[in-house]
């Protein structure tokens, strides 16, 4: 047959590129409770969609003859797949070939990954495992030379984060440049007890520490980088328990998003009446004005059954960012949370609203915002944490949207966090429940302060409050708003996921 010499090398470079590390380093990733790098790209994308790119791409070695003798492949492997029924790119790197880290071939192999996504606009996986592609020590005296710092290809990653989902997940120790493409994302998730994300790693940080010489102040992976860090300080969204549910998360996040900017998000089947009426949503906010309760549990009851999904949970906590449908349409959803810290914005949660609100913005979902903002977080530790700063960057990113918005008040809205609901500028696509309570600040606090001469003037002081505070609570009722049109509707809490169906089918007409 033609070429039986050719495709006889090709075919051996195929399967020694499939020994990857080699059966020890396998092994040894496999007794860490880590999956390859191959089978990360199967498990993640559809059955039998993935098609490698640049398999055979590596570092041959050969006998004076100039034949082969034996080949380490690349230890970052890519291709096209499919997730969800669509075309993806995903990469994996492959600790069992140098630890993960650089060679030329990566490199090449890395930017390219990033152009195809770019280019052709297709959503971006990667499976970080390592440094992702950063160098080592070691590799400086096998090259016999530095270099000025570069990241190949990082354009095309700076294109990427404008122009398709990225989804970035942690299935290692990850370092470097691997941290860099971690964060360079818009959409992250660690494994618990599996993977840790630094600068730079333990051995690095004891070395250059203070105390390296005797190594009494030398971290460990988890206490360095773990989960319970980096899930909480806004590096990374979320976290999972295994690998398979890492992808799990990357796959249900990518349903929510159009594949590129300029595309649309795809409506599935509805399954869920568009006039449902939850009569639990009556009995959902409590009386007591100082008392929790469950937005969660709202958002459920509002959404098309079992289509929630949150993301960044254990940041920012005062807030909830999550996407969902509604008759089947994709929203973003941002919504109070009064269980944390009353619903006020903390700095961090601040960021994370604007983060999230931008992103809403970049993919054209319109977005539902559930409010019950009692202002910014106040106090010594709030000022140290610029949360003013924080705050004002949020609103401003509120006003700069121009998707599709609506607003429902469920409880209280003052201040200037409170006008961060909407952009009052627009069309207000605005409902109000019987419980709303706005205005410039809580009466709580202002009226001693307001009524502070008459009362440090009567008789009976304690007596005088309760009495201020009646009249005011007849002033400050939802329905006086009402009145001078300051609020569009106050609606039953029952009506609010029709209604708000009823906007997701509207807010398509202008995507």
Same mark, same amino acid.
């Given at each position: ?106 490199? %090449? ?122 899930? %909480? ?80 949970? %254990? ?164 329905? %006086? ?31």
């Amino acid at each position: 047959m033609p070429w039986d010499k050719e495709r006889e090398e090709l075919n051996r470079r195929q399967k020694l590129a499939e020994k990857m590390g080699g059966e020890e380093k396998l092994e040894r990733q496999k007794a860490r409770g880590k999956l390859d790098a191959r089978e990360r790209l199967r498990r993640l994308t559809d059955k039998n969609s993935f098609r490698e790119i640049g398999k055979i791409a590596g570092r041959g070695s050969y006998d004076e003859a100039g034949d082969l003798e034996d080949f380490s492949p690349s230890n970052f492997i890519f291709g096209r797949g499919r997730i969800n029924g669509a075309p993806v790119v995903a990469s994996a790197d492959d600790f069992t070939v140098r630890g993960g880290a650089a060679d030329a071939a990566i490199h %090449r192999k890395f930017a390219m990954a990033e152009q195809m996504a770019h280019e052709l606009k297709l959503p971006l996986i990667r499976m970080i495992d390592g440094t992702g592609g950063g160098g080592s020590v070691k590799m400086l005296e096998d090259m016999g030379f530095t270099y000025v710092p570069f990241v190949p290809g990082w354009e095309h990653v700076v294109e990427n984060l404008k122009t398709v989902p990225v989804v970035a997940l942690a299935l290692g120790p990850t370092a470097g440049l691997g941290a860099a493409r971690m964060v360079a994302s818009h959409y992250s998730v660690m494994v618990r007890g599996l993977s840790q994300i630094f600068t730079a790693g333990p051995a690095v940080v004891a070395g250059m520490g203070p105390n390296s010489a005797n190594g009494s102040n030398a971290l460990d992976k988890e206490q360095l980088g773990g989960v319970d860090i980096h899930t %909480r300080n806004g590096v990374i969204d979320d976290e999972a328990e295994s690998e398979d549910e890492a992808f799990e998360m990357a796959r249900a996040f990518l349903s929510y998003l159009p594949a590129h900017t300029g595309a649309r998000a795809l409506r599935t089947t509805p399954h869920d009446r568009p006039n449902r009426k939850e009569e639990k949503l009556l009995s959902a906010v409590p009386e007591n004005s100082r008392e929790a309760y469950s937005m969660r549990k709202i958002l459920e009851m509002i959404a098309d059954k079992g289509s929630v999904f949150e993301m960044g949970k %254990r940041w920012g906590r005062a807030t909830i960012t999550a996407f969902a449908r509604l008759n089947g349409w994709p929203v973003a959803v941002l919504a109070s949370d009064p269980t944390f810290l009353g619903g006020s914005w903390t700095a961090d949660t601040a960021e994370k609203a604007k983060r999230f609100i931008s992103l809403a913005e970049l993919f054209r979902l319109p977005v539902v915002h559930l409010v019950d903002n009692p202002g910014f977080m106040i106090g010594l530790e709030a000022e140290k944490a610029a949360t003013i700063r924080r705050g004002v960057e949020a609103m401003n990113a509120v006003y700069e949207a121009s998707v599709p918005w609506a607003s429902v008040i469920i409880r209280k809205a003052y201040g200037v966090a409170g006008a961060a609901m909407s952009d009052h500028t627009r069309f207000q696509y605005r409902f109000a429940w019987p419980s709303g309570d706005w205005g410039s600040l809580p009466m709580e606090g202002g009226v001693e302060v307001a009524y502070k001469a008459e009362l440090e003037r009567a008789d009976d002081p304690a007596a005088m409050l309760a009495e201020i505070k009646a009249r005011l609570s007849k002033v400050t009722s939802p329905f %006086r708003t009402a009145e001078q049109f300051l609020v569009e509707d106050i609606i039953d809490p029952r009506e609010t996921r029709p209604l708000l169906c009823e906007f997701a089918e509207l807010a398509q007409r202008s995507l």
